[in-house]
Structures are given as C-alpha cells and as structure tokens.
C-alpha cells in the first residue's frame, strides 16, 4: 500500500501535475457523458471521479492507470437498470451505487482470494467482439441525442450542433496532430492537444447555446449540475439486492478485464509490472468508495490512462491531483457546466465509443486463424442482438468453447530422424529416416479426458493405413516431449492402447517421458507390470535400438 509514496521523487511531480491537469480537462466532459450512457444524472459522473482514483491509488499496482467512468460499464449499467428504475431518477442513482457496492465487494473478494487468474477466461478476439459491439450499441443509442429526436422528426437546431461537434471531432481527430506536428510541436505535445479536441468542442458548444439563447429553441442541455461535494452515505434498495446480483457480477468481470488490459499494456511500455491481485484490490476500494459518494460503477480507461501516461504521468499521485482538481470544479459555481448541450455531448460519445471498433484484430484473426475470427463475431452480433449482459456470458463461453476444442484436437505427428542427426521431426514436413515396422508418435498435448479419443481414433487410422498399405508394425513408439501431465482417463486410455496392442502382436514403447509425468507412471500398473515394450530416455536412444534390433535380425538372416 503507497509504495509509490514512499519511493516518490520531486523530479517527478511536474509530471504528475501536467498530467493531472490534462487528464481533469478530459476526465470533466467525459464521466458526465458516461453518466447519461448510464441513465444517470451527469454529476453522478463526477461523483464518480473524486474517491475512486484515491482509493486505487491506495491498493492498484498500476502508476499510471486513471480509475473513472468508461463506456462499456456505463452502458451495462444503463441495460441492468433500464428495468428497474427511471432514468436520471433517484431511485437509478440508489440502484447505481448499490451496484458499484456489490460490483466492488465481489472484486475486492477476488484479490483477497488471489482470483487475478480470471482475466484468462476472456480470449482477446473475444474481448475485441465484445468491445465492438458495445460500441456498436453506445453510438446507436446516442442518436437521438445527437439529432435532438429521432430519424422522423429530427430538431434542427439540435442537429446542427451534434453534426457540426460530430464533424469538428472527426477532423481534431483525423488531422489535428499531424497538423501540430507540422507547425513544429512535438508528437507527445500534438498528441496530447488532439486528445483534448473534444474539451475545445464542447466549450465552444457551450458557449453557441449560451449566446444564442438555443436552449430556449429546444436544445436540449445538461442542466443544473448541484454545486458542493456529495455526501458520504450509502443508500440501498434491500428488495433489488437479487436482481443486481447477477449484472454486478458480470460488471466486476468486465471491469477487471478492462483495467487489466489497459494496466498492462502501459506497463510494458514503462518496463513495470501489474500484480493481478493487486489490481482486483484496488479496483474493488474504488468501486466501493464510488458506492458510498454517490457515483456508479468505475474502471481504468484504456483512453485516459494512455493519456495519462503521454502527458508525462509518473505515479498515482496524476489521478490524486485530478480527483482535487474536480473538487474544485463543484465548489465553484457550476452554472457553465448547465449549458452544456446534449446533441455536443452525444458527438464526444459517439466518436469516442467508434473508436473501440476492433478491425484489425479481425482482420489478424481471420488470417491467423478462422475459429478466433468467429468467435469474434458471434460475440459482436450476440451482444448486438441478444444484449449487453448476454454478450458477456457468451463471451466467455466461446472462449471457453475454443480451448475446449483445440484441446480435444491434439497435434499428434509421426515422425522420423534427419539424416546424420539425433533431431527428429515430422514426416510430412522433412525428408527424414524411418523404420519399416517401427511407427514413432509425438504427442504434442497434455493427455487428458478430453482428447485422448482422438488420440486413439488417430493410432488406429494410422495402423489401418499402414497395413492397407502392406506394412507391418511391430513397435509404437509414443515421444511423450510434449506431454506435461496424463489425467487419470489418460492413464486408463494408455492401457487400453497397451493391451489392443499387445492383442495385435505390437509393442508399446515410450520415450522422454518428463519427470513429474514419471513420477506418476512409475506408480501405476502400466509401468508396474503391463507395459508390453521398454521407457527409453531419448528418441534418439529408442531410434538407435531398434535399428540396431533390425540389423541384428538382417545379420541372422
């Protein structure tokens, strides 16, 4: 806990005071956008963004992660509630924090337990799905906002803003740092300023409304934003505890695979390491410090964190600052935030969600590999057709499916030895020595329940093929290089193998066996008594003796 603190430098606080205050320009317009993705009244976004980064500061493992609203959530909580209570009433905000409580309870659990091993039940094509299709939803739903009504009866003036927002983002984006870069900024500072585009919009956005009086032409505005600091209390619902349980899980599950995702790739960068349990802590106090101030379910932002990181970031003490600068931002008269339009806000939003759209990892996917490409858009087009929570839980079936079938098709290839060496290799692949009635087979899989069918379905194509082909086989040699552990069904199928061998006149040999896998054999009937062949270090030891073995028998002849 703060071992950052204690270690901390004063060269480094220049740089936690840029990035602080960069990030709080961010981080304002944004957590208020993402309360309304949330069906949350906007100040509950910066409710959101003053305890939470603290109490990460106190338990993550990250230095530079920023711990607030994020889109995915936000829209996950929005689904969950959207049933329960109205939006930006009471009520959501109660249900909002009772969620954030049990979403945090959960993580917080999670690392006491040492659970961090979880972040692996989500594959990467699977997250990316996942993550498009929320994007997909985020941006449809904001339509409406953006236009001032919907498709058949569009507010012009309402559209003229989101349009224009939409289009001055898009061109912040596009082209406002290779133009900076031009003008002779650096590409950190370039980058920077193009990430902080959309603060310039909005303001701009907010002072159109302002002068033009366009509020009283039916723009709609963010609206009284209450000045002061939220109380310290927690409110609950005791008969919704059940029907926020199970979307709380799966948000404690989504936050923890966002925060990881975002940790790590920064840390590799500045040659850090993320402890996983400790992450699980700190994100579990900030959710619970959300809970109790008013706030709703937070995570680390990949896009904040990056930017937290590039305007110069060197510990948790950017997100402190950024929390006190928000403080500041809510004793102060709050009247400018009220004029904030929504059809402005909608635009941040959608640029900022169309932009988690993962082609490229598609695209890397379906050539490296189809059933990762599939498993992407099945879970792209579940939660676009089945909804938010539901995408989730296929998510993490398809990934589960995936491993589960990859492990049941194991790589099993006969092999023989390259000439004037002791490597062997696959017989498909390299021009190699083999034995006439000698068949060597590398396992290249764990022997286990799961696949050790294929692995005798494949023995026995192959012995019927070599006989079809006038072959005769009198030893089986299993290369067991690969093979790190035999389940109990494993062992069982290994006898079977053994005795319809034995039954057929073929030896069953094994050769570089590893030692924990030794270890159990050496315990079982198999290698006790039944074993109808010999256990030989090396293939190259097994190769040498039954060529041996053949020359001794030509010699007799």
């Known amino acids: 806990m703060l071992i950052w603190l204690r270690h901390y430098r004063r060269d480094m606080l220049a740089g936690d005071i840029g990035a602080g205050v960069i990030v709080t320009l961010m981080l304002i317009p944004q957590s208020m956008a993402y309360a309304l993705v949330a069906g949350l009244p906007p100040v509950t976004g910066l409710y959101a963004s003053i305890l939470p980064p603290l109490a990460y500061a106190l338990f993550g493992s990250s230095m530079v992660q920023s711990v607030g609203p994020m889109a995915i959530t936000s829209l996950m909580i929005g689904t969950s509630l959207a049933s329960l209570a109205p939006p930006g009433s009471a009520l ?104 902080l585009a959309p603060v310039l919009v909005l303001v701009a956005a907010t002072a159109a409304v302002a002068l033009l009086d366009l509020a009283q032409a039916g723009v709609r505005v963010v609206g009284e934003i209450p000045s002061g ?20 899980l799966l948000i404690a599950f989504m936050i923890f695979l966002s925060s990881q995702s975002a940790a790590q790739s920064l840390a590799h960068r500045r040659g850090e390491r ?37 305007a110069g970031a060197n510990t948790p003490l950017a997100s402190v600052i950024s929390a006190g600068l928000i403080v500041l931002a809510l004793l102060v008269p709050t009247t400018w935030i009220s004029w904030l339009p929504l059809p402005a806000l909608a635009a941040t939003i959608i640029l900022a969600v ?118 005769s086989t009198r030893d089986v040699l299993l290369v067991m290089s690969a093979v790190s552990s035999i389940d109990t069904t494993g062992l069982y199928v290994l006898n079977e193998i053994n005795r319809s061998l034995h039954g057929q006149s073929i030896n069953l040999h094994l050769s570089e066996v590893k030692g924990p896998v030794m270890d159990r054999l050496q315990r079982s009937e198999l290698l006790k008594r039944r074993l109808g062949g010999r256990v030989f270090l090396s293939t190259a030891e097994a190769f040498n003796h039954f060529t041996e073995q053949a020359a001794r028998e030509t010699w007799c002849i």
């Open 92 to 195: 959501s905000m109660v249900l909002a924090g009772q969620m954030a409580l049990i979403a945090g309870a959960i993580l917080l659990l999670s690392g006491v337990f040492r659970l961090g091993f979880v972040a692996g039940f989500l594959s990467r094509p699977v997250m990316s799905g996942f993550t498009s299709g929320a994007a997909l939803l985020i941006a449809s739903g904001q339509v409406e906002s953006l236009l001032g009504g919907p498709l058949a009866s569009i507010h012009l003036p309402s559209a003229s803003i989101g349009l224009a927002s939409l289009l001055a983002l898009w061109l912040a984006k596009t082209f406002l740092a290779r133009a900076l870069n031009a003008l002779g900024a650096s590409p950190k500072a370039a980058e920077i300023l193009a990430k």
């Open 229 to 248: 600091l939220p109380a310290i209390a927690l409110a609950v619902s005791a008969e919704h505890w059940q029907p926020l349980l199970r979307p709380a």
């Open 274 to 310: 993320i402890v996983s349990n400790r992450e699980l802590l700190g994100l579990g106090a900030a959710n619970l410090a959300s809970a109790v101030s008013g706030g709703f379910a937070v995570t680390g932002s990949i896009s904040r964190s990056a930017v937290n990181y590039a």
């Open 354 to 471: 169309l932009g988690m759209i993962d082609l490229a990892t598609l695209r890397v996917a379906w050539r490296h590999d189809r059933s990762d490409a599939a498993a992407l858009l099945a879970t792209t087009a579940g939660v676009l057709l089945l909804g938010v929570e539901e995408g989730v839980i296929l998510g993490v079936v398809l990934s589960l499916a995936t491993v589960i079938w990859r492990a049941s098709r194991p790589h099993i290839a006969v092999i023989g030895r390259i000439p004037g060496s002791e490597h062997f290799r696959n017989v498909e692949r390299h021009r190699v020595e083999t034995l006439p009635e000698l068949l060597m087979l590398r396992i290249d899989a764990d022997l286990f329940f799961g696949n050790v069918d294929a692995i005798v379905d494949h023995l026995e194509h192959l012995l019927k093929e070599r006989a079809a082909e006038g072959q």
